[in-house]
T-cell receptor
Framework: DTEVTQTPKHLVMGMTNKKSLKCEQHMGHRAMYWYKQKAKKPPELMFVYSYEKLSINESVPSRFSPECPNSSLLNLHLHALQPEDSALYLC?????????????FGQGTRLTVV | GQNIDQPTEMTATEGAIVQINCTYQTSGFNGLFWYQQHAGEAPTFLSYNVLDGLEEKGRFSSFLSRSKGYSYLLLKELQMKDSASYLCAPLNGAGSYQLTFGKGTKLSVIP
């Protein structure tokens, strides 16, 4: 199993809503990542979890709140988002966050904030 | 922070060879990845270089020069399905490594 599964695939939410994006992998990877990708732009790193601990937060606004309940799951809690937060949110995992370990990406959640 | 530069777009003919260059400036360099991303899909891993030189994998090869902060991805015998964005990603940092992508090169393969 070399899959990273993200749910939902599509999400439309209002600016006052609270929603969560979910990511799951069963490859035994100990590093998991959230990326944000706007149209025609490369993925931008948001958060890195290493061994279930948040190790990198790339100055992401607090309306995005990551959570790693266990080594297989990664969530991104969303609250009070803005229309400019509409994007493709990609989850990825790698064996660890060290050198030479390729990252496997999920298919993403396409988020629209209205 | 880091500075990654690659061409925005390239066009090449089916069956030809194309080279996509990437220059970077980064601290704590720990190798460089190339990823392929088709429109509307997730990035997929192509190659990883940590030592200087050429790594060959089928039709794709990747080269690294650490002293020059330079890498290229070489695609041979181009096929229409190779039309995609190619993302250069130096791995930097100490402790927890950060995989940060360049702006990507959109390659169009034409008949």
């Amino acid at each position: 199993d070399t899959e990273v599964t993200q749910t939902p695939k599509h999400l439309v939410m209002g600016m006052t809503n609270k929603k969560s994006l979910k990511c799951e992998q069963h490859m035994g990877h100990r590093a998991m990542y959230w990326y944000k990708q706007k149209a025609k732009k490369p993925p931008e790193l948001m958060f890195v979890y290493s061994y279930e601990k948040l190790s990198i937060n790339e100055s992401v606004p607090s309306r995005f709140s990551p959570e790693c309940p266990n080594s297989s799951l990664l969530n991104l809690h969303l609250h009070a988002l803005q229309p400019e937060d509409s994007a493709l949110y990609l989850c990825a995992s790698s064996q660890d966050s060290g050198r030479g370990t390729e990252a496997f990406f999920g298919q993403g959640t396409r988020l629209t904030v209205v | 922070g880091q500075n990654i530069d690659q061409p925005t777009e390239m066009t090449a003919t089916e069956g030809a060879i194309v080279q996509i260059n990437c220059t970077y400036q980064t601290s704590g360099f720990n190798g460089l990845f190339w990823y392929q991303q088709h429109a509307g899909e997730a990035p997929t891993f192509l190659s990883y270089n940590v030592l200087d030189g050429l790594e060959e994998k089928g039709r794709f090869s990747s080269f690294l020069s650490r002293s020059k902060g330079y890498s290229y991805l070489l695609l041979k015998e181009l096929q229409m399905k190779d039309s995609a964005s190619y993302l250069c990603a130096p791995l930097n940092g100490a402790g927890s490594y950060q995989l940060t992508f360049g702006k990507g090169t959109k390659l169009s393969v034409i008949p």
